[in-house]
């Protein structure tokens, strides 16, 4: 048994609780789309605006971390998330609803990163792509039990119900950190960019929420363009402001390193696309097929199982080939699948789509791995934190932009054919819209060296060969 199994498994615990508020949320959103009377596109704001939390204060964990040790900010973390879900479970209007997912934001911000930096700080540089795929196998738990959860609670019993599933969770989840998690801290912890958390912060927030509602009379045209304005201005004060820091929040300079520029560019690319998903797939099954909440999560929940499959072949599939090429393969053909749920129909057989569903989840979760994984090739312990909060703060953004270009495909299919309700063409192009976006990840992929991230997950055996020769 690794050494690391019980950090790895209270990491998973955590993580397993923000996967399952996720998909949980997915699954209800058009039930509660119907119950706070508005359009299941606009509610696709409960999805981002959890998204942009993460991303503003994100930058802050790996320094929270280094400053007041690991278990005190994963401990509180989890506490805040679950405070978070409680208000989530309470909330009767869209905008109290978004501003609980944004509690619940603030407390994921610390608690899943923080979590993956103690454990990547327990393992041996080749012990890497082991541990991610341990902490993700129980995590998986989380999307392959929220849809039929959410479901089910949803369908026969009332959605707000969903998210106080999450309190016994993150109860136990805080007595094992108290009990097993070490304070583990930076002897001398670089200061707090404050100028540049206030920069990302805004900036993000202004970019992403202008994305989010716009196209939704939620607000004017001028304010929409106020709001994109500001966040490209904002961004641009913070690319020159860490080009100067000393001690940057989001640095910047960890982009020389080919596989995190890989990892950061493509990756991002590449979930721009998979993050459209778990919006997407319930709304078509339920508004489009007439599916209630339970049927839906009964069909969707099989992509969790193809990809809790995945984590215990991903480290011999990315030994035997090497990075790049299943970066670049893999992608391609997940989107491939991505476009084949644009094909689905009222009479498409379920086994059908559970199959596609289950096959598109197994070679996910690979791609999923093998980014995760090379973010750390070229990164040492000292700059651990940094590149870990870079990463996620990356991650967050592209899913939340992901949900964006996803809807942006269906508003113009149905603006396009000058429909008022949605139907089911509507979904078809938002799925080919967002494999499109995706497969351009490829692109950065293949910039990378023959040989990244050999030491990640051992030696590929024809190297190996080769040497001993």
């Not at 320094?63 to 973390?77: E, H, L, P, Q, V």
Request: hydrophobic share 55%; net charge positive.
């Amino acid at each position: 048994m690794p050494r690391y199994l019980l950090t790895a498994l209270i990491v998973a615990c955590a993580i397993f609780m923000e996967t399952l508020d996720g998909t949980v949320i997915s699954t209800s959103l058009p039930a509660i789309a119907v119950d706070l009377h508005e359009d299941p596109i606009t509610l696709k704001l409960a999805l981002t605006s959890y998204l942009l939390s993460l991303a503003i204060f994100i930058p802050a964990s790996g320094w929270a971390a280094d400053k007041f040790g690991a278990r005190t900010i994963f401990g509180s973390a989890i506490l805040i998330f679950t405070f978070g879900s409680i208000l989530c479970g309470l909330s009767s209007t869209l905008w109290e609803f978004v501003g609980a997912r944004m509690v619940q934001g603030f407390g994921g911000a610390m608690m899943v990163p923080v979590g993956r930096l103690v454990l990547l700080r327990s393992v041996t540089r080749a012990e890497v792509v082991g541990a991610l795929s341990y902490i993700m196998i129980p995590a998986l738990l989380g999307p392959l039990c929220g849809p039929l959860i959410g479901g089910f609670i949803t369908t026969y019993f009332h959605w707000r119900w969903i998210f106080f599933v999450n309190v016994p969770i993150g109860l136990f989840g805080i007595l094992l950190v108290g009990l097993f998690i070490k304070n583990v801290r930076a002897e001398e912890p670089w200061p707090l960019d404050v100028r540049g958390f206030l920069l990302s912060g805004a900036g993000l927030a202004s970019l992403l929420f202008g994305l989010t509602i716009a196209g939704r009379g939620v607000a004017g045209k001028e304010i929409v363009v106020a709001l994109l304005a500001a966040g490209a201005i904002l961004l641009l004060g913070y690319w020159l402001h860490a080009r100067r820091s000393k001690f940057p929040i989001l640095d910047l300079r960890l982009l020389a390193f080919p596989t995190f520029r890989a990892s950061i560019l493509g990756g991002s690319i590449f979930r721009l696309g998979i993050g459209a998903m778990p919006f997407l797939l319930p709304l078509m099954l339920q508004v489009g097929f007439g599916l209630n909440p339970f049927q839906s999560g009964s069909v969707t929940f099989v992509a969790a199982a193809g990809a809790m499959l995945m984590k215990v072949t991903a480290a011999p599939i990315l030994r035997f080939f090497g990075f790049r090429p299943v970066l670049i393969f893999d992608a391609l053909i997940s989107c491939a699948f991505l476009v084949s749920y644009s094909f689905f129909t009222r009479a498409t057989p379920v086994t059908l789509m559970m199959a596609l569903l289950l096959l598109g989840g197994f070679f996910r979760s690979l791609e999923f791995t093998a980014i995760n994984a090379i973010t750390y090739a070229e990164i040492d312990t000292l700059a651990m934190s940094r590149a870990t909060s870079f990463a996620a703060v990356a991650q967050q953004l592209s899913l939340s932009l992901g949900i964006a270009v996803g809807a942006f495909g269906i508003q113009l299919s149905r603006a396009l054919r000058g429909g008022t309700h949605l139907a089911v063409v509507d979904f078809h192009w938002g799925f080919i819209v967002v494999a499109i976006v995706s497969a351009c990840s490829v692109l950065m992929f293949r910039r990378l060296p023959e040989d990244a991230g050999t030491d990640l997950a051992g030696p590929p055996r024809r190297k190996a060969q080769r040497l001993e020769a």
